[in-house]
């Protein structure tokens, strides 16, 4: 019985001619179909290897949540979202204080005129 790794039709596609088989230990082995089945692997390796890892930021994409986007960008992204809130938030608080402090130093000032007026007014009726 002889046995091949792939059939003729295989290696035809790949331009071989007919193999001749040799027999080493119980499996018969063709040197020409051991380097087009070393190459198939590796084509095979790479194309799993890429599957894995799609954006090649170390982490498999089944425990990626965006397998298509690197890692550090996603990272960056947070960061400086992190930062806009940070500054909005660092903005509205300094406007409202300056809000307060405005109606503060208004209320003095109507407090003051309020003041003078009614010692102006005590003043003409002393007269």
Known sequence: CRMALFSHD???????????LYQRGSVLVNPKELYALKILLWSRALVVQHALDID????????DRFPTIHNTYIH?????????????ALVV???????????????????REKSEII???EETLRK
């Open 56 to 63: 090649g930021d170390g982490i498999p994409n089944i425990d």
């Open 119 to 121: 010692g102006m007014i």
């Open 10 to 20: 295989f290696l035809l596609g790949f331009g071989f001619p007919y193999p001749k």
């Open 76 to 88: 960056i992204g947070g960061v400086a979202l992190f930062v806009g809130l940070l500054g909005t």
């Open 93 to 111: 608080s300094r406007n409202r204080r300056r809000k307060r402090e405005f109606e503060r130093e208004r209320k003095r000032r109507i407090e």
